[in-house]
Structures are given as C-alpha cells and as structure tokens.
C-alpha cells in the first residue's frame, strides 16, 4: 500500500503529519517487561562498559550527554481483493550517542554494539566538545516502564494466524454493510520497541513500547461513479484490542464515510462561519497550533508565539493540552526519549499561554524542568521537542447548540491532507467529509473543498467550545526536520466564527 500524506508542511516548515508508514518487523521473542539489568538482557552491555563510553562520549566536556539503545521489530500484512498481497517483517538495533554543549549538539550511532564500535562512535560524537573533562556516573539509577501501555501478550508471541483472521474478519464485515462496496482493501501492523537510556547524571531508564494500526480502506460503487475512503485504529494496544464490537465499528465507519461521497456535493466558496468536528479536527489544532507551541521554534524565534507567553490567544472557553501519559494511546510514552517521565502540560489555559514543549536543551534555555517531549524518531537521530498525545478540553457548548446558531456555513469531519507554514501558522486543509448547514440546520453532505487560514488567528475566532471532546482513533504520524514520530490528537466541536471555504465558484 502506498503511503498517503494526510497534512504535508511547507518546505520552510519542515513539519508534516502523515498517515503511518507499515511497519515490517522478523517474528523474535520480546519480553513484556522489563528486566532487572535491561542493558545486559536486551543488549548485552552491561554498566562497565555503559560508563567507558560515556566517559569516552564526555571526555572534551558536556552540559549533557545520553546513550540511547533502540531494538525495534515489527509486522505487516495487506489483503487487497480477498487475496493477501503482501506480508512483511523487520529487526533492527542500535545506539545513538549524543553530547550537548550549551545549544550544540554533537551526533553518531552505531548498529554494532561492539565496544570498540561505540567508542569509535562516542569520539565522533565528542569532536564539538571543548572544555575541562566531564565525569560519567559512578552506577545508575535504573527506572523501568510504567503502566502507560502495558499488554497481556508481546506482539512477537500472537500467531499469524490470529492477525490473519482478523484481518479477514474485518473485509468480511466491510463488505456486508452495502452491496455497492466493491473492493476492500485491510493493512495491518504490530510493532515492539524496547528501548534504554542513560544519562550523564546517572539516570537509566528502560521501557518496552508496543504498537499497532488496522486499516479499512473501502471502494463503492453506483451507477459507473467510484467513491473511496478509509478509516483506522490504532494505539499502544495488544491483540486484545481487536474485538469483534470494534472491528465491526471500524467496517461501518469506513464505508459510511464513503457511501456519503455520493451524495456530497462542493459547498459555496466565500468567508463563513466552520464548526471543526470533534476527533478528527485535531489535525488542525496540532499541525497549526501545536507546533507554534514546541520550544525550539520559539527559542530560534521562528514561531509566532515566541513573545506570547502568559498574554492572551484565545477566548477563554479554550484550555490546550500535551499529554503524554495518557493510557495506550499512540503517542502516549512513559518515558520521553532523554529519560524524562512523560507528564500533562498545559499549553494554553483558559485562553491565556502558559507554557511550550520542551527537550534538555530549550528547558535549559528557558531555566524551565523538562517537559518530556524530547523526542526521536530512532536511534539514528537526535532529540527535539516534539508533540505527544495534543488535545482541546471541553467546553460548555453542545454540537447540536453550535449548529443552531450558524446561518450558513459547513462541518468539517473527516480531512485528507493539507499544508502549513509554522512560522506564520498559515494553512490549508482538505476536507473529505463536511456538511452544509443553512438556517441552523445540516441541509447536505459535502465534499472536494478546502478550508484555509491562521492558526492564532482561528484561535481568536474560536466564538463556542463543545462538550463532546475526544481523541481520535486514527494512526497518526508526525513529521519535523525529517524525523517521524507517533502522535495522538484530538478535540471537541468548535466554533469558528470566519474561515476562507474554497468550494464552488472559488478563484
């Protein structure tokens, strides 16, 4: 399957949010824990030579410095016409090792955890380092994971079997919902991640991170027209998950949101009056909002919202969140990527901002704690302040309340892809699934139309908060300076008193 790009950033931005990549991963053992001496039991290291490089690493001076040890596996499977088209695994393993000294970095990795390897790497690492000597840790203290996305069964011990007949369940159940569904097409993946972290102030900390996507995309057909759409789960879950109950939930959504394409039409173009439904509007609240808010755009000055903190953005109905303790979700974490616990950061609070994102090297700038959004992508990269789990609270509207108010204008449900300049907060959105409301009341589907804007001006326009927030299902993966991470996002319906439709008779 061919991966589709829901929100693509502009090339000044380097930020996008995309639909998940399949992940493909060899069927080895992993255990749902983790041990007493993680670096020896996943990577046969053991605390001697943990401290010989990073001694190494820190041997030219270091503010800060970590060994990030990174095993991944993981599966997928695609069935496309009742056939299984495909079915894929991969491994791999590795260290990154990095050392900070004020705002540089200096960055290797290595996949062979040889000693003379992660030396070798270690001296590379350590070549932007000038200063008196650092000193590593004499022992460490271990912290191991939480009970963010603990699950009955690792991934590497369910059967192929079972993810098979899941899948066929699942394009079973799409095709029964409505004999104009043509083709149905499942993607599966299940990933497991152990990773270990230690520090140069004597920190270790080791946790085990599952993953998993079910994917339902749907074709239909009436009357020589083709319509198509998707929807998907996913999270930190186990084989549990996928119960009957939620696959049949995922059949019906995926074809409902295609069935309805026939009967859509392009909206009037023009200013009007957008209610951002709640789940899936989340997209816009993390690509044209949440990034505004991580601490490096801000500390290099490059967001709109460097000299806004504690000043007024938004009305007061409008409380946003990063959380990344939130259970199971897709970019929920126990612990960040620098060994910090992962936590609940109010970004903005009734209106008012309060604070950003933070990694080691912008909470050092600000004289802040870390936040736990030091984030990476894999061994191979450094960390930067990234999004976790970003939400919107509730507020005291209900949807039904904010349709009635509108004279015209449209629902946004469901998007596809778009484009977002951070600096600016300016975007594009497309979307999918909308309505038409005319007099108070939805009067039609939509479909094939745009919507474009700021975000901080969207966050000004905000008039009503609904009481209905919720994350979304859905797999979503961020992009930002060409590393890719699990998020999760979500919000309740909002009001937004004027944003640009392009629909019919646009341009």
Request: glycine share 10%.
């Amino acid at each position: 399957m061919k991966r589709r790009d829901f929100l693509t950033a502009t090339a000044a931005s380097g930020v996008m949010l995309s639909a998940p990549r399949i992940l493909q991963a060899a069927a080895v053992k992993v255990p749902n824990h983790v041990p007493d001496q993680p670096f020896l039991n996943w990577f046969n290291v053991d605390g001697v030579v943990m401290r010989r490089v990073l001694g190494e690493l820190v041997k030219h001076g270091a503010d800060a410095a970590d060994l990030y040890f990174e095993h991944n596996r993981g599966n997928s499977i695609a069935m496309e016409d009742q056939v299984i088209s495909s079915a894929r695994s991969w491994i791999e393993q590795g260290v990154g090792l990095r050392v900070v000294i004020g705002d540089q970095t200096g960055y290797a990795y290595t996949e062979d955890l040889s000693l003379e390897a992660m030396l070798e790497a270690a001296r590379t690492a350590a070549a932007i380092a000038k200063g008196s000597k650092a000193v590593p840790p004499q022992h460490f203290n271990v912290s191991r994971s939480g009970d963010m996305y603990r699950i009955a069964l690792p991934w590497s011990e369910v059967k192929v079997d079972d993810k098979l007949d899941r899948v066929r369940q699942l394009e079973k159940l799409a095709r029964r919902q409505d004999e104009a569904v043509k083709k149905v097409t499942i993607n599966w993946s299940d990933y497991e991640q152990q990773v270990v972290i230690a520090t140069l102030d004597g920190r270790m900390v080791a946790d085990y991170r599952p993953m998993t996507r079910l994917w339902c995309t749907v074709t239909a057909e009436k009357n020589g027209v083709q319509q198509s759409t998707s929807a998907n789960l996913s999270g930190r879950y186990g084989m549990d998950h996928y119960t009957d109950e939620r696959l049949q939930a995922l059949a019906k959504k995926a074809v409902d949101n295609t069935l309805v394409l026939f009967d859509a039409r392009r909206p009037p173009a023009g200013e009007m009056p957008v209610l951002l439904a709640a789940g899936a509007s989340g997209i816009l609240l993390h690509e044209a909002i949440g990034h505004g808010m991580e601490a490096d755009f801000n500390r290099k000055g490059t967001s709109i919202y460097s000299d806004m903190l504690n000043k007024k953005v938004a009305d007061s109905q409008v409380t946003i969140v990063d959380q990344g303790n939130l259970a199971y979700e897709r970019g929920a974490l126990n612990y960040d990527d620098e060994g910090n616990p992962s936590r609940r950061n109010v970004l903005v609070d009734k209106g008012i901002l309060r604070g950003y994102l933070h990694d080691g090297i912008s909470a050092r700038h600000y004289k802040v704690s870390p936040s736990g959004s030091g984030r990476r992508e894999s061994y191979r990269h450094a960390p930067m302040p990234r999004m976790t789990c970003t939400f919107m609270e509730n507020g005291p509207h209900s949807r039904e309340e904010m349709i009635a108010s509108m004279k015209k204008g449209i629902v946004a449900e469901t998007y596809t892809n778009g484009q977002v300049s951070i600096g600016a907060g300016d975007f594009t959105f497309y979307i999918k699934n909308g309505w038409l409301v005319e007099n108070g009341k939805i009067t039609a589907p939509i479909k094939d139309c745009n919507i474009i804007g700021n975000g901080p001006q969207v966050l000004k326009d905000i008039t009503m908060v609904g009481n209905d927030s919720h994350m979304d299902t859905g797999g979503w993966t961020c992009g930002k300076n060409g590393q890719s991470v699990p998020v999760s996002l979500g919000m309740p319906s909002v009001l937004v008193s004027r944003m640009t439709v392009g629909g019919e008779h646009a341009g």
